[in-house]
């Protein structure tokens, strides 16, 4: 049992902890180190007390010993003497102290009691506190975690956006390096630009002075175009009037007379020392019979004469002068006589290698209404191809079956000017639109073969191009352009021809007669003139009357045997080329 000065010793540390109590506001440890000691001194003070003193608390409590939240014992005080030996039973109350000491001692046991409970009640009240503080303790390290793993949760978004900060910035940095580098190559194309800029301002305004300079050149230029045109086309008008005097003067039927080219004795002579050649000689014909004589050489003269060495483009060089007649608004007629084999074909028409009159004339035609062109005249032009064959007139243009012979048409007289009704007329610009053209009309014309040529033209062959002219004065001038290569003259005796030939043959001899009856009349300034006795003659009206220019080719075999064709062709020619023109048919007027 501990000594008396044990209780002493433990109520004098209770007392000096009631004289500095724990602060409540203080922290968690603090109070929980009060309460050990709080409980330490307890433990010690039961163990001072006797075993006959039972502690009571100040306030009543239950019967039975009550036990703090720690487990401490709580200690009643005593009622009183009588109380407490009552309890003990007669055998304790014997054992009743009574000496003075045990009651001093008893009166400070209750002291010590009271100060207990008070010790205990704070405990209590610690112990709530304590509770309280561990409750708080424990939410608070629990939202401590809570916001620790929020923290660490943004300082890993931090890191991380640091480093995406940290990529931004090299990215910003590397896009800053580029749009510098950017920034100095714009500034050195805008300066290049600049400069460029400024050289082309410069040549903007030399251009700007030149072409200043050049419009007053131009309107000067203009001006004096203008004045060049107004002179050239009254020179035109002159030339036109000029040229129009010398055919007139040179005549409206010219003829031309052309020897074939042949590898026999010539009975053809072109005398030399002639200044132009217009005269040539035809010897007589071996006597037929023994001993008669000779007759004698004949001597004709023409408008020109061409030997057999002159070349396609030599003839056509003495011809290109009608196609300006054409142009200038008069109608134009060519054409070649003769018997067959004589040349005609070959003439007009020519090869390849070598064209004739036709095909040089219609290229002349193009070539002089372009340069006209120039001073303000326009042209339009439409072809033709026909043939009259056993005085038929045929479309050779026109589309036909296989095999079909061409359409037949009909002439029509309209006040004085004599149409084709129904002749197909294609429009024509250049040179290559013709050539199909006359290529076609070739293909369909007819032929035949007889003794005197293989091949020889049975129909009368026309080309007819129409040509409107009209003046930027708003004048409009016709004309038409005949080039005509006729069938081949010739006796029946001599072709020997039969049926259907035969009466081809007459067809044509007919036709080349009407055309002398007509030249004759117009010769003689007949009052009549027999147009419409053959389909030829009527067709040729506009060509052989009026201010028409014509042009006739005969054509001739050099070869002996054909003495009496050549004789009869040179007559013809001499006959024609006598006929003269007067002023109503031609020669300008005042």
């Not at 011809?319 to 054409?335: E, K, M, R, Y």
């Not at 007949?526 to 042009?551: E, I």
Request: with cysteine.
């Amino acid at each position: 049992m501990p000594s008396s000065s044990e209780p002493t010793l433990a109520c004098m540390r209770l007392s000096q902890t009631r004289r500095s109590p724990k602060k409540v506001g203080r922290p968690a440890a603090s109070a929980a180190r009060a309460l050990r000691e709080s409980n330490q001194f307890q433990s010690n003070l039961v163990r001072a007390v006797p075993a006959n003193v039972k502690p009571v608390g100040v306030q009543k409590r239950s019967a039975t010993s009550s036990t703090s939240s720690r487990g401490a014992p709580v200690l009643k005080r005593p009622s009183g003497p009588s109380d407490a030996a009552a309890k003990r039973g007669p055998a304790a109350r014997g054992a009743t102290l009574s000496s003075s000491s045990s009651d001093s001692l008893t009166s400070s046991e209750g002291d010590i009691l009271s100060e207990l409970a008070a010790s205990r009640e704070d405990n209590e009240k610690l112990t709530g506190e304590v509770e309280r503080l561990n409750t708080a303790r424990t939410q608070w390290e629990e939202r401590a975690a809570e916001q620790a793993a929020q923290l660490t949760k943004m300082q890993e978004a931090i890191e991380a956006a640091e480093r995406e900060l940290h990529l931004q910035r090299q990215a910003a940095a590397e896009r800053e390096a580029a749009f510098a580098a950017e920034a100095a190559a714009s500034a050195e194309a805008r300066a290049q630009l600049e400069e460029e800029r400024h050289r082309a301002q410069n040549e903007v305004e030399a251009m700007v002075k030149r072409a200043q300079a050049a419009e007053a050149s131009l309107a000067s230029t203009e001006a004096s175009l203008s004045e060049l045109c107004a002179r050239s086309a009254a020179q035109e008008e002159l030339r036109r009037q000029m040229h129009e005097t010398i055919q007139a003067l040179r005549g409206n039927i010219r003829v031309f007379c052309r020897v074939r080219p042949m590898d026999v004795s010539s009975a053809i002579h072109v005398p030399s020392g002639q200044v132009e050649d217009t005269v040539l000689e035809l010897n007589a014909a071996e006597p037929s019979k023994p001993g008669d004589r000779a007759g004698p050489t004949q001597r004709f003269q023409f408008d020109h004469v061409f030997g057999a060495e002159v070349s396609q483009e030599d003839v056509f060089l003495e011809v290109s002068q009608l196609t300006q007649s054409a142009l200038d608004g008069h109608n134009v007629a060519i054409f070649a006589y003769g018997q067959t084999g004589s040349g005609k074909t070959h003439t007009m028409q020519g090869v390849p290698d070598a064209p004739g009159v036709t095909p040089r004339a219609i290229e002349r035609v193009f070539a002089h209404a372009s340069e006209l062109s120039t001073i303000g005249s326009s042209f339009s032009f439409e072809l033709s191809c026909l043939e009259i064959y056993n005085e038929e007139i045929r479309d050779l243009l026109a589309p036909s079956a296989k095999g079909a012979d061409p359409a037949k048409l009909k002439l029509q007289d309209l006040g004085g000017v004599v149409h084709v009704h129904g002749l197909s007329a294609a429009p024509v610009t250049c040179v290559a639109d013709v050539e199909p053209l006359l290529a076609s009309a070739q293909r369909a014309r007819s032929t035949a073969a007889t003794k005197m040529n293989d091949r020889s033209s049975r129909s009368h062959y026309v080309l007819k191009m129409k040509i409107r002219r009209q003046e930027d004065t708003g004048e409009v001038r016709g004309s038409e352009l005949y080039l005509v290569d006729l069938a081949g003259s010739e006796r029946v005796k001599e072709s020997g021809v039969t049926g259907d030939q035969l009466a081809e043959a007459k067809a044509i001899n007919k036709s080349l007669s009407s055309l002398g009856d007509v030249i004759s009349a117009l010769a003689s300034n007949a009052k009549h003139v027999p147009f419409r006795n053959s389909k030829l003659t009527h067709l040729m009206q506009n060509a052989l009357s009026g201010s028409s220019k014509t042009l006739m080719f005969v054509n001739i075999s050099p070869h002996p045997k054909h003495y009496h064709e050549t004789l009869s062709s040179l007559r013809f020619a001499q006959k024609v080329n006598s006929c003269l023109t007067s002023n109503k048919r031609g020669m300008p007027g005042k």
